[in-house]
Structure formats: C-alpha cells, structure tokens
C-alpha cells in the first residue's frame, strides 16, 4: 500500500500536469480564434476571386490555357498533407494523414505515380512510416501560416507542375467546422477545371467581357492567385481545426487530472485515517497492557 508520501507526491505531480494542460487549452483557444478571425476576413477576398475567374470563363468562347486540365495526360500526382508540426492534438494529425494515404491508394489503383509534399513534421512522419515518397517538407507554419507561405509553397507547386515532374496536385487538409468539429477532406488544386468555377447568378451568364491584351494573359495572371488564395484558405482552415483539436484534447486532459487528483485525494484521506485508527489502537493496547 502505497505511503502518503508517494500518495503526496502524487497529487503533485499531477496538479502540475493539469496546470499544463489548463494553460495549453487557454493558449489553444485563442489561437483558434485568431485563425478563425483570419479566415473570415479572407473569404470575401475567396468569394470574390472565384466570381471573377467564373465571368472570365463565361466570356470567353474558348481558351487553351496549360493550367486547365485536359492540356496532357495525367501520369505522376502529387499530394499535399497539412498537419501539425506538434502532437497533443487528439486524432487530428492522423485523420488527415488517413485521408492522403486513402486518396494516394485510390490514385494509385488508377495507374497513377503518387508522391507527396509534407506541411507539418507530424504529416512528414506519418507518410514515412506509410512508405510514402515524400518530396519536400514545410515546418514551422502550420500554427500560423501567412499569405506568403502560401505564395512560396505555391511557386514550388508551380514548378512542378510546369517543369512536368507532377501533373496533377491534390491537396489534403482539414476543414474547420466548429470548436469541436473538423473535417479531413482533399481537393484537386493542378490542374484547373472550368467546372470548378461555376456562374450561379444567371444575369451574369450573358455578360460580354473583353480582355487586354487577351484572355490567356489575364488568366495566365489570375488563375495562379487563385491557387494561392486556396492554398492559403486551406492553411487556414487546418489551422483552426489544429487548434481546436489541441483545444479539445488538452481540455479532456485537465478533466482527467482533476478526476485523478480526486481520486488521489480520497486514497489518502483513508491511508491517513488508517494510520490515525492504527496509532489510536496502538496507544490503547499500550495502555491496556500497563
């Protein structure tokens, strides 16, 4: 039976745990808020720059463009993961790593050659142990990514894609829904489908636009923002999902030390009742014998 010392020591221990735990969820909570306030700030700048892209489209009566799909086949496909650079996130990290390793499976069974770019070291570790190949890897930007990660990992996409080393880029990221629910999901970023920007208001269906100096000019211009707009919404979004996940996490934590430090406490309230009833019993037996 443990002494109440240890039962002391214990309790400590523990104590200090839950103080962790309790300031890590403060810490979580308003990151998440931080990011969910970015989020909304950009997404009329989303809406927006989708809209427009969808009236150039429309517009125009036909345009050959190498970022629109259909320019080449499709052979070699890459895959980009967004995860944390930490743990103590619940199952966030390993949902959506799942959800890459699932979609490189099903590419895969369609002849296609899959590799992988990693945000986030828990990602990069994850596909390793899955026997992925994984081509570059981005830390230190998953808790707060800016506008100009967005960009430089962008480029490097774009490198890709037109030096035909990639044909196709997916990307695996998890969407925020609330504090307590997030979603893994994935989206074909490379290349672009016109269907991908549909006209939902029929007035500007019938709209005559013209383009200086020519339509492939300003979507060689527009198209590539775009792609780092949703590249950067997608950094976004797995942001606040990450640390609503740690939220969470770290809030079931200090729910579990309280419950043990409960525990604890009763364990040596008896340990020390039983000592007081064993001292007690002693000094009667000593005065008996007397």
Same mark, same amino acid.
């Given at each position: 039976?443990? *002494?109440?010392?240890?039962?002391k020591g214990r ?12 300031? &890590?969820n ?8 931080r990011? /969910? ?9 989303? *809406? ?8 150039i489209? !429309?517009s ?6 190498? %970022?629109f ?7 070699k496909?890459?895959?980009v993961? #967004? ?12 949902n ?6 699932n ?11 899959i ?5 986030? !070291?828990?990602g ?11 081509i570059q890897?981005?830390?230190? %930007?998953?808790?707060k990514? *800016?506008i100009?990660?967005?960009?430089? #990992?962008?480029e490097?996409? &774009? ?9 196709e880029?997916? #990307? ?7 504090? =307590? ?10 290349p ?8 939902e208001?029929?007035s ?5 636009l013209?383009?200086?100096?020519? *339509? ?5 211009? =527009? ?16 942001a606040a ?5 740690? &939220? ?11 419950? %043990? #430090? ?6 040596? !309230? /008896?340990?020390?009742q039983?000592?007081i009833?064993?001292? =007690?019993?002693?000094?009667?037996g ?5």
């Amino acid at each position: 039976m443990p *002494t109440m010392r240890d039962i002391k020591g214990r309790i400590r221990s523990v104590s200090t745990t839950k103080k962790t735990t309790k300031a &890590m969820n403060l810490v979580s909570s308003a990151k998440m808020a931080r990011a /969910r306030g970015t989020l909304n700030a950009a997404n009329p700048y989303f *809406t927006h720059m989708r809209r427009a892209i969808g009236d150039i489209l !429309n517009s125009s009566e036909g345009f050959d463009h190498p %970022i629109f799909e259909g320019n080449r086949p499709i052979k070699k496909t890459l895959i980009v993961i #967004i995860a944390n650079d930490r743990g103590l996130c619940g199952g966030y990290n390993v949902n959506v790593s799942k959800k890459a390793v699932n979609l490189a499976a099903e590419l895969s069974d369609q002849g296609r050659e899959i590799s992988f770019l990693a945000i986030g !070291n828990k990602g990069r570790d994850f596909i390793r142990r899955a026997g992925g190949n994984i081509i570059q890897t981005f830390s230190g %930007i998953s808790e707060k990514p *800016t506008i100009q990660d967005a960009r430089e #990992i962008m480029e490097v996409l &774009m490198d890709l894609y037109n030096s035909g080393l990639v044909d196709e880029v997916y #990307i695996t990221y998890t969407e925020f829904v609330s504090a =307590i629910t997030y979603i893994p999901q994935s989206l074909r970023l490379l290349p672009v489908s016109p269907e991908d920007f549909p006209v939902e208001d029929d007035s500007r269906k019938n709209m005559v636009l013209k383009f200086e100096p020519s *339509t492939h000019e300003v979507l060689s211009y =527009i198209v590539p923002k775009y792609l780092g707009t949703t590249l950067f919404e997608s950094l976004i979004t797995s942001a606040a999902s990450g640390q609503g996940a740690t &939220m969470t996490a770290m809030d079931s934590a200090t729910e579990n030390a309280s419950s %043990i #430090i409960d525990n604890l406490t009763l364990v040596l !309230n /008896r340990v020390r009742q039983a000592a007081i009833t064993q001292e =007690i019993s002693e000094i009667v037996g000593g005065a008996n014998a007397l």
